[in-house]
């Protein structure tokens, strides 16, 4: 009967090591899925907003110069997943994982969210190293306008994943996660003539209504609009009473507009 007792309780105390290791190995392996999943949804974020921007984030600042639009690569990568803000696995709207929306606490300021312009000074596809030697590059193109090789642009995405399980081996309590992805420039930016594209031009609207239909025409060329002039119905003598512009306004001049009578 002792014997049996002592049986007992030895695979009592076996079962209670060996439960130990198991149950810390499974901890493991979740907040390891855990990461592997939200690295997955921060690579998909940094694809949407390189190739967003590879084709896309082009625009004009303030002084004719051809710039990338990182406000608009910043809110595609936000918005990868919609409304969401990520995978269920982690929040692109809370890269830092403070509970605060990123929009509300950094605007288009996001520490997380990377944008960088890359030249390929060996031209063998990899900005990011020389391919026959390993030798890092990651040299910033300067002017993707007037540059003769290919830029490319990476962005690179940030986050911080908290473990559910703190006495996981060889993890910290909060584990930084990075994901970046790159993408060449289109041809236009990347290889461009040296000269930014001229901006559109701008004309003042005429004021037509109260004149005749015959009249029309060559107050809108005048004012030169290159946009169609279409009338509704009249005779060459009709008054114009309403036009679809309203005058002095500035609009393109590519602008087109209708009268009625």
């Not at 007792?5 to 009592?12: E, I, M, V, Y």
């Not at 999943?37 to 004009?60: C, K, P």
């Amino acid at each position: 009967m002792l014997r049996h007792k002592r049986t007992q309780g030895q695979a009592l105390v076996e079962f209670a090591l060996a439960a130990t290791l198991i149950f810390f190995l499974l901890a493991a392996a979740v907040d390891v899925g855990l990461i592997f999943f939200a690295l997955q949804g921060m690579h998909n974020a940094a694809q949407e907003g390189a190739t967003y921007g590879s084709r896309w984030a082009v625009d004009i600042d303030a002084s004719n110069n051809v710039v990338i639009d990182k406000n608009g690569i910043i809110d595609r990568v936000r918005g990868e997943s919609g409304t969401k803000g990520g995978n269920g696995f982690i929040n692109l709207y809370d890269l830092d994982g403070n509970g605060v929306d990123d929009r509300t606490q950094n605007g288009y300021n996001e520490p997380n969210i990377t944008i960088e312009i890359l030249v390929d000074p060996t031209s063998d596809g990899d900005p990011v190293r020389n391919v026959a030697t390993g030798a890092a590059e990651n040299q910033v193109c300067t002017d993707p306008t007037t540059t003769t090789q290919t830029c490319y642009i990476r962005v690179t995405v940030r986050s911080i994943h908290k473990m559910l399980f703190a006495f996981a081996p060889a993890f910290a309590k909060n584990v930084p996660l990075k994901s970046a992805f790159i993408m060449p420039l289109r041809s236009s930016l990347s290889r461009g003539s040296g000269s930014p594209p001229p901006p559109p031009a701008y004309c003042t609207v005429p004021q037509l209504v109260t004149h005749k239909k015959n009249e029309a025409a060559s107050l809108w060329a005048g004012a030169n609009f290159t946009g169609l002039l279409t009338a509704n119905n009249g005779v060459s003598t009709s008054i114009i009473v309403t036009q679809s512009l309203a005058p002095n306004a500035v609009v393109p001049c590519s602008s087109s507009i209708t009268i009625t009578f």
